[in-house]
């Protein structure tokens, strides 16, 4: 299996069914950080739809309509990106993500999010990445405009979630923007 280095300790790398256990275990302790935001917080509750979510994106993944990767840190896993959404007819795709609580404020998400992005972009051409939170999700909207995207508008009242109809900010980043930040911030880590 392949994995990518994020930092000192921290690795990106897929997340398959045969590691249900593992997941479950990691679900369970971002259940209440994440749980307001991410909706698998929520279907994965046990063993059998730890590895029911993980087999629809290996599905995913065999369509070539979706994927998921898990972030390790120190060996264990602590969050984890995906695209819900890959869609080559339109070249198009969302990307999402989350934490455990003992993971955050490390950059991991960023570094996780640019990996899947470059490759989104470089390798399989995709024009439009997108990014969807709610609009009471500060923190996921930050790493949003640190990445680089635009907020294009809100899907008022879209999202109906655990009792609470939640406007969707709708933010996006496509081709060129990404590859000219991309140039950018490459430039000005040279000159330092």
Known sequence: MFAIS??????LRPIEP????????HVDRAREYAGPWVPLTVAVKDLETARSFLR??????AADTGRLYGIWLDGTLVGGVLFRIFDTSTDC????????PSATG??????ASRTLIDWAVEERGMHRVEWLVSSRNDRSKVTAQRLGFTRDGVLRESFP???VRHDMEVWSVLAPE???ARDAASAAESVS
Not at 6 to 11: D, M
Not at 56 to 61: G, S
Request: proline share 0%.
């Open 18 to 25: 045969w590691q249900a256990a593992e997941f479950i275990e």
């Open 178 to 180: 990404w590859r000219a």
């Open 93 to 100: 795709c969302e990307i999402g993500v989350w934490l455990e």
């Open 106 to 111: 490390r950059g991991l998400v960023h570094k």
């Open 6 to 11: 994020l930092a000192e300790g921290a690795e």
């Open 56 to 61: 629809t994106y290996a599905e995913k993944a």
């Open 161 to 163: 979630w655990q009792g």
